[in-house]
């Protein structure tokens, strides 16, 4: 898919010996680019809006480590504080006054959160709440949405099933059947299905989990009335409504798709931006429920790294820059000037495909039809977005290597960078 004035070379040597060294040459699956074909580029370092790569190459980036980093990369003002950090140390196992400084920005953020814990990754952070909603449920089951990705514990590693109330099957060898018995699946944007299960299992559902916006089929925005029906039919059986705002937290607002929503959810995951870049993630809510998190309460759960001080500081440098007046009325223009210049860029090349966007998020789906569910999201065309995605690749855009990811938009792209993306894209579409 190259041309033979785009060459990776240095990256496919690379990749080649990681392939001896770790499974599938990466540590992350989707980094393999298996979904556009190919081989991964390897990235050496990384600027503002920019990335570049081992072989001289330097692209505008959409991709941001996969959301985190809304202000650009090595922005000033982060950078200093984890320097700063760094010097005071990297690891104490013990409690430090900017894990509550952390903690209180994004508690005044987010109205919803009471009180929160800090953790290392989303997944820790969707598994902890999941248990938390069973301990202080006294239920079992959970509902999950097809394609929504909660991160790869056992019990969220789940195909979909075709039944309004279809168990769980395990959707990757190594998870125990008995480990999903009680993960319970419905198609996202369908409050029926959910409806259905509850009146199926009227006292065993703990949770429903969502992600408010689905940002692991692409990006499929909720439908009018979604996220409020199943708010309602949580209450109205006596659940917990998890919203897990990895993506999205900091990302479409200051207070999340929540905010923009405006619904109240039991409990909240937070990861990506949270973290400024570094590993961290945390699920907060009502502190009546939170309470029951160990020592308060009995719920277990613990972190050796939970809390580190490099990433409380990128933390906190990150969302006081998110703080500042206009942050994300900036974030919607630059979004606005894409989709506007994409759409136009499809019309003119006379290509069916589904643009959608929310925020400082976007996707592109090479369908005729709407996508409303992961359904929808797989049957779009694999083989013209691996040839898009090649195309951009070799004008200088790095986008997301899998039809089935968001793309970002951060901060530290200007006009004229995205002038740019638009124009690449123009320019793929006329080659499809």
Not at 97 to 111: D, F, N
Not at 387 to 410: D, H, R, T, V
């Amino acid at each position: 898919m190259l041309t033979g004035d785009f060459s990776l070379e240095r990256s496919q040597a690379l990749f080649a010996e990681a392939q001896q060294l770790l499974p599938g040459g990466v540590n992350s699956p989707v980094r393999a680019f298996r979904g556009v074909g190919g081989d991964p580029v390897f990235i050496e370092r990384a600027e503002g809006p920019y990335l570049y790569d081992v072989d001289g190459h330097r692209y505008l980036d959409y991709v941001q480590s996969w959301g985190p980093m809304i202000l650009g990369h090595t922005y000033p003002s982060v950078v200093e504080a984890v320097v700063a950090a760094s010097h005071k140390g990297f690891s104490y196992g013990a409690p430090t006054q900017a894990e509550s400084q952390l903690a209180r920005l994004v508690i005044e953020a987010v109205p919803s959160v009471e009180v929160i814990r800090f953790v290392n990754s989303g997944t820790e952070a969707t598994m902890s709440a999941l248990r938390l909603a069973r301990a202080y449920t006294g239920r079992s089951k959970i509902v999950k949405f097809s394609g929504c990705y909660h991160g790869h514990a056992d019990m969220l590693l789940v195909q979909a099933g075709s039944g309004v109330a279809t168990m769980g099957l395990p959707d990757s060898p190594g998870v125990p059947s008995q480990t999903t018995l009680d993960t319970l699946t419905a198609s996202y944007n369908d409050a029926a299905a959910v409806e259905q299960l509850f009146a199926t299992y009227p006292n065993d559902i703990a949770a429903v989990i969502v992600e408010p916006i689905a940002a692991n089929m692409g990006l499929v925005p909720p439908a009018p009335g979604f996220l409020e029906k199943l708010r309602e039919l949580t209450q109205q059986h006596h659940a917990l409504l998890i919203v897990d705002e990895v993506m999205t937290g900091f990302r479409v607002a200051l207070g999340g798709m929540q905010e923009r929503v405006g619904i109240t959810p039991d409990l909240t995951c937070f990861g990506k931006i949270i973290g400024g870049g570094l590993p961290v993630g945390a699920y907060g809510g009502r502190r009546e429920i939170m309470n029951m998190v160990a020592p308060a309460g009995p719920v277990y759960q613990a972190g050796t790294l939970s809390g580190n001080p490099l990433a409380m500081a990128a933390g906190i440098a990150t969302l006081q820059e998110l703080r500042k007046p206009g942050q994300y009325e900036l974030l919607e223009q630059k979004g606005q000037r894409i989709e506007e210049g994409f759409q136009k860029a499809l019309r003119d090349n006379h290509i069916q495909a589904q643009f959608v966007r929310v925020g400082a998020m976007f996707c592109l789906y090479f369908s005729e039809q709407p996508v409303n569910n992961y359904e929808d999201a797989k049957r779009s065309d694999t083989r013209r977005f691996a040839s898009y995605f090649w195309s951009m690749l070799e004008q200088g855009i790095y986008l997301p290597p899998s039809k089935f990811e968001s793309c970002f938009i951060s901060l530290a792209l200007d006009d004229a960078m995205l002038d740019e993306t638009i124009r690449a894209a123009a320019k793929s579409f006329s080659t499809l």
